[in-house]
């Protein structure tokens, strides 16, 4: 049943950052104080999204967690209440497995390999550069370079190189 005192609106009016938009539309009433929950949840991805995708050795655009991972940056303290927030978090009515294991994983993932890096005298790290969309982007060049071939053997690839 809908409530006849909330507006529909489209998602696509809402600020793409940290859930402002949907607070936004709830403090004016345009939402109910239920989409709350949802802006909460949006507001946390959106933090995580940023610390596992850190490209930046300075403050850019105001957000802390766009910055690279370091010994005392607040990542890690982010780390830490997120993985709870996820093991706490429920899909209710999902038929489906919900993902918040994978993204513990990935979390510990992150942690682990920023402790070897330290204990090698790194003392920073773009998270960005952890994710395999290179290796994608990598592929996708061979597989262009070989006639958009979408399994292109090693001869393939080096006869069209040549």
């Known amino acids: 049943m809908q409530n006849k005192n909330v507006r529909q609106t489209s998602c696509t009016s809402f600020e793409p950052h940290s859930g402002s938009g949907l607070y936004a539309k709830i403090a004016d009433g345009a939402l109910s104080t239920e989409a709350a929950i949802t802006a909460n949840v949006i507001s946390h991805m959106d933090k995580l999204f940023d610390a596992l995708n850190s490209d930046s050795a300075d403050l850019r655009r105001g957000e802390i967690f766009s910055?690279?991972?370091?010994?005392?940056?607040?990542?890690?303290k982010l780390f830490q209440s997120m993985k709870y927030f996820l093991k706490t978090l429920k899909f209710m009515g999902s038929l489906r497995t919900p993902p918040q294991e994978g993204w513990i994983w990935t979390i510990n993932g992150v942690e682990r390999l920023f402790k070897q890096f330290a204990n090698e005298g790194i003392k920073s790290r773009a998270t960005r550069r952890l994710q395999q969309d290179p290796l994608?982007?990598?592929?996708?060049?061979?597989?262009?370079?070989?006639?958009?071939?979408?399994?292109?053997?090693?001869?393939?690839?080096?006869?069209?190189?040549?």
Do not use: Q
């Open 136 to 162: 994608e982007n990598l592929f996708g060049c061979i597989r262009g370079n070989c006639g958009s071939n979408s399994n292109p053997t090693v001869g393939t690839y080096w006869d069209h190189r040549m």
């Open 67 to 76: 910055t690279n991972l370091t010994a005392k940056s607040p990542h890690h």
